[in-house]
Every structure is written in C-alpha cells, then in structure tokens.
C-alpha cells in the first residue's frame, strides 16, 4: 500500500460521522474510568496492530481492569478484562444508539459499571442529543473504516520519527476522540494564564505554552485531510515564517494562525514521509525561534540525548 493511502472526506463522510461518535462515547467512558492526566492525556486513543485502544483502565474506581478496543480488521468493538473474559459485537450495521446499548451490555456483562455525567457528543454539531437516541449516524462502511486505520497508524509513524528528535515535555503521539484528530505536542514551561471565562477543558489543555502538531480528516471548518501544526499562545508575526515544502501555508484559524500541508499535497510528493517531516520541522522552527525556545537544548538528534552516543567512535 502507498505510504500515505487516498482518504478524501466526501467519499467516507457518513462512516466519519459515525464512527467520530463511536469513538467519544468510548472515549468519554475512559475518561471516566481512567487516572487523571496532565492536558487530558489520559483520555486519548493510542493505536495498535488492528485499530485503536483505550488502554488499561479501571482499579481505581472499583471497576476490575478492563480494555475498549475497536478492530478495524475483524469490524468489532472488544470490551476486554485482566482476567481474560471479553466481550464483543460487531460494528457494521450500528447506529449511535444502538452502539451504545451494545458497549453499555458489554461492560455489564464483565461486571463494570460506568456513569457518563454528559452522554451526549462533544463539541459537535448534535451535541445537545444523547448517545442514546441518535438513529441518524448509522453508517459504517469496512473498507473506509480499514482506511481511516491504515491512514492512523502510517502516520503515527511519521510522528514518532519527528518527536524523537525533541528533548524537552512532549506528550505521546495519541489519537483525540474530540476532533478525530492525531497528534505530537511539545511544551515550554512557560505557565500560561488563561482568562477567567475559558473553559475547563482548554485551560488544562493549553496550561503551558506548546508548540503542537498533527494530522486530522478534515470537517466542515477544512473539507480535507491535511497535516498541521499551531503555536500557543501564538507569538507575534507567526505567519511570517516561512513554512516548507511548497504547498504548506498559514491559515487563519478560530482567530489564530494554522501552518497547513494538505494531505493531497503530501501524497503528490516524490518523498511523502519526507515531505511530512520537513514540514514538522519548519512549523516548530518557526514557532520555537517567535516564542524564544533554547532549541538548540532541546534538540535531541536521532532521539539521543548523550552527545557521546552521537560519535561514530563510540558505536
């Protein structure tokens, strides 16, 4: 398969709003089930060799550990126990609703008891409707479902290559159920002091000044999957650095700048992952040198931070 597989949005439209939904109401259950985390990382997807993972949770709330798990090659949701008991049921032919009676009787079935305080989509268009009454969102289609994987796991490649090559605070490169988005995040210890009126979750997500990048599917704001990085807080004059390779902009974004390589462009490149990685390079350079980060401190060549180990005479 190509390095970088065609994903255009209004081919699998309908499944990405399916399964978006799919993937918060999993998500918003690990979020209640799981140990809370600096910037919400405990709340992220992480991959594995047949989809996407909640990760070990339970224990501390009186739950037994238990695991959600989507498989996007058998097209099932796993709901697993330490003990060895699962779970599981197939995910062709689920609405929202139905999706949520099916992984409710799962969890009840492994003796696990999870209570949503908000049970309705987040930061979406319906988000006024409970995960239980959405008969709308009904379609999953396997084969783009196989791709939104295969696309996920190609680039989260890309980014494990790219944040070896920082020292410093970094999260993990994990998958948001927020935005349906994936992403690398590097942080100052800067503090940031939000206004009073901002929202809980963005007051924890952006405490600390970062320097943030990833990939997403596009939407309604951004009708294409594209590669991006953001700056925040965002110093002055961001948008006058200069972005590489050639297709990559600065975009206004939500009242900000969004450096931007469409992943059409990517593909179209003689070197796709060189081109993404180039990219990556050139938006935190010009983030870090506008915000005044010691780059040269926190550069870690190779993911080596000895600069013994850097000489070919110790090899």
């Known amino acids: 398969m190509e390095p970088f597989p065609p994903i255009p949005l209004a ?11 799919f993937t918060q109401l999993v998500g918003k259950i690990r979020l209640a089930a799981s140990v809370r985390r600096n910037h919400w990382w ?33 097209h099932r949701l796993v709901v697993a126990r330490l003990d060895g008991r699962s779970v599981s049921f197939p995910l062709v032919g689920q609405s929202v609703a139905s999706f949520h009676r099916e992984t409710f009787a799962a969890l009840a079935a492994l003796g696990v008891s999870v209570d949503l305080p908000v049970p309705r989509p987040y ?29 996920l796991s190609r ?13 410093g605070k970094a999260s993990p490169v994990h998958h948001f159920w927020h935005s349906l988005d994936i992403a690398h995040t590097r942080f100052s210890e800067r503090h940031i002091d939000q206004p009073a009126d901002v929202d809980p979750v963005t007051r924890e997500a952006y405490s600390r000044e970062l320097i943030s990048f990833g990939f997403w599917f596009g939407d309604a704001t951004f009708g294409e999957p594209a590669f991006y990085s953001y700056t925040a807080p965002e110093p002055p004059a961001l948008a006058e650095e200069p972005l ?35 990219f990556y390079e050139s938006a935190y350079r010009a983030g870090a040198a506008r915000a005044g980060w010691d780059t040269d401190g926190l550069d870690c060549p190779g993911g080596i931070t000895d600069p013994r180990l850097l000489s070919p005479h110790d090899a």
């Open 244 to 278: 590489t390779p050639e297709p990559a902009r600065w975009i206004a974004y939500h009242g900000s700048h969004l450096a931007v390589l469409p992943y059409a462009a990517a593909r179209a490149a003689s070197d796709p992952r060189a081109a993404v990685l180039g």
């Open 11 to 21: 081919e699998w439209r309908d499944t990405k709003e399916t399964l978006h939904r």
């Open 155 to 167: 680039v989260a490649l890309v980014l494990e290559e790219f944040a070896a090559g920082f020292s």
């Open 42 to 74: 405990n709340v992220t997807f992480h991959l594995t060799g047949r989809g996407i993972t909640t990760r070990p949770m339970g224990q501390v709330d009186g739950n037994p550990v238990f695991t959600i798990d989507f498989d996007f090659v058998d």
């Open 123 to 151: 930061d979406l268009p319906d988000t006024a409707r409970p995960f239980a009454e959405d008969t709308e969102h009904a379609v999953y289609d396997p084969v783009h479902a196989n791709r939104y994987w295969q696309v």
